[in-house]
């Protein structure tokens, strides 16, 4: 069936091409987000899964399965590394209406998996500043982009529940 089948594709620049890894997978659920390991291969957020991604063997492996939160369809979205290689790997709810069910957690190079932020509407982009001192969360939903002061050490962040965040900037209608 065409939606167990989730296909990645990567540039890899030692061939010079787009190379296609088909995962087939007996459950459905899309594919949010797909981050280089630093020892090779990927990590993905597949539905509420953290997979691990081998390009070679074309093998992969659950890492994490994450609860369901909220009515709605529920799956990770977007993540990206920080400075010190920790994964920050949000989630969103669909339909969108649904809101407040999103989360963002961390995974460290033990595989831990911490709830770090909870009660946002979609988790949608992560920067850091260059000093590593403050890390921005952008929540779709509300048109909002949170600041945490961001222990690059520990990946501890200052007022992680939504409705006490620091808004930096808040984009209205």
Same mark, same amino acid.
């Given at each position: 069936?065409?939606?167990?089948?989730?296909?990645?594709?990567?540039?890899?620049? +030692? #061939?010079?091409?787009?190379?296609?890894?088909?995962?087939?997978?007996?459950?459905?659920? #899309?594919?949010?987000?797909?981050?280089? !390991?630093?020892?090779?291969?990927?990590?993905?957020? +597949?539905?509420?899964?953290? $997979?691990? $991604?081998? *390009?070679?063997?074309?093998?992969?492996?659950?890492?994490? #399965? %994450?609860? =369901?939160?909220?009515?709605?369809?529920?799956?990770?979205?977007?993540?990206?590394?920080?400075?010190?290689?920790?994964?920050?790997?949000?989630?969103? %709810? *669909?339909?969108?209406?649904?809101?407040? =069910?999103?989360?963002?957690?961390?995974? @460290?190079?033990?595989?831990?998996?911490?709830?770090?932020? #909870?009660?946002? =509407?979609?988790?949608?982009?992560?920067? *850091?500043?260059?000093?590593? +001192?403050?890390?921005?969360?952008?929540?779709?939903?509300?048109?909002?982009?949170?600041?945490?002061?961001?222990? %690059?050490?520990?990946? @501890?962040?200052? !007022?992680?529940?939504?409705?006490?965040?620091?808004?930096?900037? =808040?984009?209205?209608?």
């Amino acid at each position: 069936m065409l939606q167990d089948l989730i296909i990645l594709y990567y540039w890899s620049p +030692k #061939e010079n091409r787009v190379v296609i890894l088909v995962l087939l997978y007996l459950t459905g659920g #899309e594919v949010g987000f797909a981050i280089p !390991k630093s020892s090779g291969g990927y990590v993905a957020g +597949k539905g509420k899964q953290l $997979v691990e $991604v081998d *390009w070679e063997s074309g093998s992969s492996s659950v890492v994490h #399965e %994450v609860e =369901h939160r909220g009515s709605g369809s529920y799956r990770f979205n977007d993540a990206k590394c920080d400075p010190s290689g920790r994964l920050w790997a949000g989630t969103m %709810v *669909w339909p969108p209406e649904d809101t407040g =069910h999103a989360v963002l957690y961390s995974i @460290d190079k033990d595989k831990d998996l911490k709830l770090k932020c #909870e009660n946002l =509407h979609l988790s949608n982009g992560l920067a *850091w500043t260059a000093d590593k +001192k403050a890390m921005f969360l952008i929540d779709t939903g509300p048109r909002k982009i949170y600041a945490f002061n961001f222990d %690059v050490a520990t990946g @501890d962040l200052c !007022k992680c529940l939504a409705s006490s965040m620091n808004i930096a900037v =808040h984009f209205l209608h």
